[in-house]
């Protein structure tokens, strides 16, 4: 059994969604942000993070890594500043997401057909 909090991960219920709203449930270094929710699809499985923006009132911090930490999805901010308990809202940057991450029925098996 995985131990893996992923049901604040949207991304897994809607693979399509571009932004949500967050409360901020840790803060590790200053810039390890762990969110109540996410849209933001961790590295894993050879597929990079996506990348985007957390924004808290007017200040904009963009989300440079997303990877899974201790089972909770930790984003990766480029400045310090969210404070745990901050109410923010994330924006995945659509465009650069992988091809890969808008097939969620992906599967290897039907790109090699000999």
């Known amino acids: 059994m995985r131990n893996e909090n992923m049901h604040g991960a949207l991304y897994m219920k809607d693979c399509y969604l571009k932004e949500c709203t967050a409360v901020v449930k840790s803060v590790n270094d200053e810039k390890y942000i762990v969110l109540d929710k996410t849209v933001f699809y961790p590295q894993g499985g050879g597929v990079p993070s996506d990348t985007?923006?957390?924004?808290?009132?007017?200040?904009?911090?963009?989300?440079?890594?997303?990877?899974?930490?201790?089972?909770?999805?930790?984003?990766?901010?480029?400045?310090?500043?969210?404070?745990e308990g901050d109410e923010v809202k994330c924006i995945i940057d659509w465009d650069g997401r992988s091809i890969l991450h808008n097939f969620p029925d992906y599967n290897v098996d039907g790109i090699f057909t000999f």
């Open 52 to 83: 985007g923006n957390i924004l808290k009132g007017d200040d904009e911090y963009g989300v440079v890594f997303v990877g899974k930490v201790e089972g909770e999805i930790s984003h990766e901010v480029d400045r310090p500043g969210i404070k």
